[in-house]
């Protein structure tokens, strides 16, 4: 059944927490987490969420206050995310491995003074809190505050002892003791449904790399719940399960892994981190409903050797998103699964972190080669002559736009960069400009063709070449750089760095210098694969760099 953008739903007006209370008291019983064997019904879920929304409370972060959270897929993670939006504070989501000038940046942005985060990223956290001209309370977790007993100990003794020593001397609250301690407190006030609060912040380029936070909507959240839970047209409820390997600082992991399933009453099978073995055992293990995920997921489990006789005719849908999914990979991917008994295909989504995360997805039984799907339904998209508001027919090629109840209430504290993407249009509708292009045919199935502006796409993640040659060219003693995506099997793209130095200066000090600047200023995922040093840099007829040329 084909499900389109003329399709009107009913959206809940409800907060985030109050859409997970609402399914914690239809299913209470029914397991909301499955983390490493240990699995928390939606009753003992939502009781966790009360406890730290407690401890928040007495920890003086009440409404419009932002709670960031630095954190992997565990329930740590997911408690104090529904605990904030009870009391009314904004869930400020960051990358763990974010580089220390990052944090900082998040924590400023939104004046956070709270910041959760697991041991193994601590130190990073500390350092950045340190160097900060304001407090910000630390809340250090452990992996084993919520593993089974038995898993619990044997990590204790073995890669939790790496971290043993944490917090250092006055420097963070402790998980467990934070927890504890709420037992005491009096019950939190549950703030009321707002229409206009910003429940998330999560981190994107935008279209001109530069980092910006998505302030996004409880109900905006909610309503791409509706829409997701519409558009994959199956039975997504109570008894079916998620494997939920896309992270909670990401909007597809958020948006759909996780909030999406979560308030259907779905059980998410958590991942803290992505390997491919882990990732196939699970499957044959716990024998998931759903997954999602990028291209370099599918293409990397289509060669797991425990997978040869492997029966998946549990799987009632596969999702890909984050990049584009190549045509030869579905092919061998849909190959792959009825060879395997999966009466389904890989289906393709398409969306941004502005509009919380898929909007567009292909339909279950009509799949069109090269195109990314029909809207989601309350949601059109459109193609415009870019830098214009003018509407281009069918099959014209142009900038992708779009417009929904999803759509971003704008960047946080950026009211220029929110000016550039959602712009008013002379039919009264605000519309968010993609900076990517594409073409719609006379059925409105989408089809995306390229961005406007450079951009690498690694395992998922955005990364903005400007971004990096900014950091590296800041270096002492290097005259240009250049900052290219290489095709690369496994992670869609590698990013690889082209440099040349100044005059006289040694190779080895230089290489040294550029990666500790990167190590302080950019994600452990953006980093180059390669750092590559050039007597000089090709340029076009006009003078300009040609990364083209490069690649």
């Known amino acids: ?145 919520e593993l089974p007993a038995a898993v619990a100990a044997a990590y204790a ?24 301690s709420a037992k005491k407190l009096p019950e939190a006030a549950e703030v009321p449904f707002d229409a206009d609060h910003t429940g998330v912040v999560l981190y994107s380029g935008g279209t001109t790399g530069k980092p910006k936070g998505c302030a996004l909507s409880d109900y905006a959240f909610n309503a791409c719940a509706v829409q997701a839970k519409t558009a994959i047209d199956e ?60 291209p370099a997921i599918f293409d990397a489990l289509l060669n797991i050797p425990g997978l040869d006789n492997a029966d998946l005719s549990f799987l009632c849908g596969i999702f890909c998103g984050g990049d584009t999914l190549p045509v030869s990979l579905k092919r061998r991917v849909d190959a792959f699964l009825a060879e395997h008994r999966a009466s389904v295909q890989v289906r393709e989504g398409y969306g941004l972190t502005e509009s919380v995360t898929a909007s567009c997805l292909t339909p279950k039984d009509e799949y069109r080669e090269g195109s990314i799907g029909l809207p989601f339904p309350d949601t059109d998209y459109a193609i415009v002559k870019p830098g214009t508001c003018e509407f281009l027919p069918a099959g014209q090629t142009g900038e992708i736009v779009m417009t929904g109840p999803t759509l971003m209430q704008g960047y946080a504290a950026d009211p220029e960069e929110t000016a550039l993407v959602l712009k008013p249009f002379p039919d009264g509708r605000t519309w968010l400009l993609t900076g990517d292009l594409g073409t719609m045919d006379e059925d409105g199935f989408v089809y995306f063709k390229g961005r406007i502006k450079r951009m690498i796409i690694t395992n998922g993640y955005n990364v903005f070449p400007a971004e990096l040659e900014r950091v590296i060219g800041a270096c002492e003693g290097i005259r240009e750089v250049c900052v ?68």
């Open 157 to 180: 003794l073995t890669a939790g002892r790496r971290y043993a020593h944490l917090p250092y001397s006055g420097e963070g609250l402790l998980w467990k003791d934070f927890m504890k």
């Open 484 to 551: 290219i995506g290489a095709e690369d099997p496994r992670r869609g793209q590698k990013i690889k760095a082209f440099i040349v130095p100044e005059d006289g200066q040694e190779e080895a000090a230089l290489r040294s210098r550029t990666e500790e600047a990167l190590k302080l200023n950019v994600a452990r995922y953006a980093q180059p694969r390669e750092l590559i040093f050039l007597s000089k840099l090709p340029r076009t007829e006009v003078g300009k760099i040609d990364w083209r040329a490069l690649s």
């Open 235 to 294: 039975e997504f409820g109570p008894g079916k399960s998620m494997l939920s390997c896309m992270p909670c600082f990401h909007g597809f992991g958020l948006g759909m892994n996780l909030h999406a399933a979560l308030i259907c009453g779905v059980t998410c099978i958590l991942m803290p981190s992505f390997n491919i073995k882990t990732y196939a055992k699970l499957l044959l293990q716990k024998k998931p409903n759903f997954i999602a995920g990028v």
């Open 1 to 145: 059944m084909r499900i389109d953008s003329h399709t009107h739903l009913q959206y809940p007006e409800r907060s985030l927490y109050q859409a997970l209370k609402k399914a914690a008291k239809e299913n209470p019983k029914k397991t909301a987490l499955d983390f490493s064997g240990r699995r928390i019904i939606f009753r003992d879920f939502l009781a966790d969420i009360d406890l730290a929304a407690r401890a928040l409370s007495a920890q003086g972060i009440g409404k419009d206050d932002a709670v960031t959270i630095c954190m992997p897929n565990m329930p740590q993670a997911l408690i104090l995310f529904y605990a904030a939006s009870r009391i009314g504070a904004v869930a400020n989501m960051i990358h763990p491995q974010s580089a220390q000038n990052e944090i900082v940046f998040a924590l400023n942005l939104l004046q956070s003074r709270f910041i959760l985060v697991l041991d193994m990223f601590y130190e990073t956290v500390v350092q950045a809190v340190r160097s900060m001209d304001r407090p910000v309370t630390i809340l250090l977790t452990r992996a084993e505050d």
